[in-house]
């Protein structure tokens, strides 16, 4: 098992740091929260999505952290479990440099997202860095279409996450903004760096383009109000 474990890190050491990170917060909350780990107030301490702090403290940081914070053990499962079986495959295909800025900047382009549209609303989760992933990896799997494996992959990932957003509408206390905006996060990143090393890459205008959304969007994250008076 440890040879395992291992090897796993020498092959996908961005993915194993994150969940050992995640997982390590996770007991963080379970025990200072003594056992409260879907407590609002609690997640707001360690640094959840919350509209007015953001707003009125310049907390910006809280669209970083909530990306490590997780509402219960089962929110934390599936999450982590997601990042286990579909993180391995992200890293090989973006390297881990990439995979890392992948990873964190669908993260935040999500919760930039529920920012600005559900301010109000106590969010945590890695489900947009997640969903970040799955951007970045449909694209892959457009721009490498004539391999058939490649097409496959992408085609269950595109089946996941229309099955996904879909359960999502029809459920309460799901982040949907920022699941949408993950997804988008990681087709802009893809478009923006390409794949593992200088495979995929984008025409350069495409690339630009990205490059000025993405300001956009920090500015609206720095400027809007987010409904919070």
Request: charged share 10%.
């Amino acid at each position: 098992m440890l040879l395992t474990l291992k090897q796993q890190f020498k092959n996908t050491p961005v993915t194993i740091s994150i969940f050992v990170l995640t997982v390590l917060v996770f007991f963080a909350e379970f025990l200072i929260g003594r056992g409260q780990t879907d407590n609002g107030s609690i997640l707001v301490a360690f640094g959840a999505k919350w509209g007015p702090y953001i707003k009125v403290y310049d907390q910006y940081w809280r669209l970083v952290t909530p990306l490590f914070l997780h509402a219960g053990v089962m929110h934390i499962l599936t999450n982590m479990l997601t990042l286990w079986f579909i993180g391995p495959i992200a890293e090989e295909t973006f390297g881990s440099r990439k995979f890392l800025g992948l990873y964190l900047f669908g993260g935040i382009v999500g919760n930039i997202m529920s920012y600005l549209f559900a301010p109000l609303t106590v969010s945590v989760g890695a489900s947009s860095a997640l969903f970040g992933m799955f951007g970045g990896l449909i694209l892959y799997a457009v721009q490498f279409k004539h391999d058939s494996r490649i097409r496959a992959q992408g085609t269950m990932m595109g089946l996941f996450v229309v099955l996904n957003l879909m359960s999502g509408f029809f459920s309460t206390g799901i982040d949907m903004w920022g699941h949408i905006g993950g997804l988008i996060g990681g087709m802009m990143f893809a478009v923006m760096f390409g794949f593992y090393g200088r495979s995929g890459k984008y025409p350069m205008a495409w690339r630009l383009t990205m490059g000025v959304v993405t300001v956009l969007i920090l500015a609206l994250a720095l400027i809007a109000k987010g409904g919070v008076s």
